[in-house]
């Protein structure tokens, strides 16, 4: 049975793409537009939202790592909020089978 979206006034099935990841998501995180503005990058989503990214002191432009930050946030709601998903989840194995906890990313 083939599941039927309509997001944005388009149709999309359940259906995967090679890469094993749905349509509809792969269509939902393709921004329409991309705008830079001195030290921001805005991405404005087909839902008609907007995501700014701004590039830290010191740090070099990169287009890649500002569209991953921006996926990050539009999913996550904030950086911070996507930092602590990370935070909880990551752990460091130190010995075959053995964990050494939860390791800080973070200060």
């Known amino acids: 049975m083939r599941m039927m979206f309509t997001p944005y006034g388009m149709m999309f099935t359940a259906d995967e793409s ?16 991309i705008m830079q503005h001195g030290r921001a990058t ?14 830290q002191e010191g740090d070099e432009p990169d287009i890649y790592g500002a569209y ?3 996926v990050a ?22 010995k075959k089978g053995d964990s050494d906890g939860v390791v800080p990313t973070s200060e």
């Open 73 to 94: 946030k539009k999913v996550f709601g904030s950086r911070t909020a996507f930092k602590n998903v990370i935070d909880d989840m990551l752990q460091v194995e130190t």
């Open 18 to 33: 090679d890469e094993g990841i749905p349509r509809i998501i792969q269509e939902m995180l393709k921004p329409e537009k």
């Open 68 to 70: 991953a930050n921006a």
């Open 42 to 55: 805005i991405f404005f989503w087909r839902d008609g939202t907007k995501t700014v990214v701004k590039l």
